[in-house]
Structure formats: structure tokens, C-alpha cells
């Protein structure tokens, strides 16, 4: 576990603002499926950011708080 999370914060500090991200694994509370793409649309701090999923017709379907020990 404690690896996992090393891993993520690596990761996490070099995404960038506009970055198209994919899910690792599945957020079903969210309505989010494993490898589904976002883009990073804002930082709040160093290792926190938000996420937008959009549909296909490029409505946004959530933006998701993403922070390491989330």
C-alpha cells in the first residue's frame, strides 16, 4: 500500500494544468470505469487537482477531486 501511494505522488507531480488523464481502477460511487479519460482543469495545491469526465458529446458528466490519499 505504501508503495502505491509513493507511486502516486510521483505520478501526480508531473501531471500538468490540460493533461488527459485515465483512470486505474474502477469509481463505481462515481459512475467512473477503469481507463476512462479526464482532463486536469485546475490545481488547488502542489498534489491536489480537479479531473473533468465529459460524455461523448462533451458534456461534463463530473469533475473529481483528486488528491493522493483519496
Keep these: 500500500m505504501e508503495n502505491r501511494k509513493e507511486n502516486l505522488q510521483e505520478i501526480s ?3 500538468e494544468m490540460l493533461d488527459v488523464v485515465a483512470l486505474t481502477e474502477e469509481l463505481p460511487d462515481r459512475g467512473l470505469r ?5 482532463t486536469v482543469v485546475e490545481f488547488l495545491e502542489p498534489d491536489v487537482f480537479e479531473v473533468e469526465f465529459s ?9 473529481w477531486l483528486y488528491a493522493p490519499n483519496n
Excluded: A, E, P
Design 13 to 15: 507531480s508531473k501531471i
Design 34 to 38: 477503469q481507463g476512462q479519460v479526464g
Design 55 to 63: 460524455d461523448n458529446d462533451g458534456c461534463t458528466m463530473l469533475v
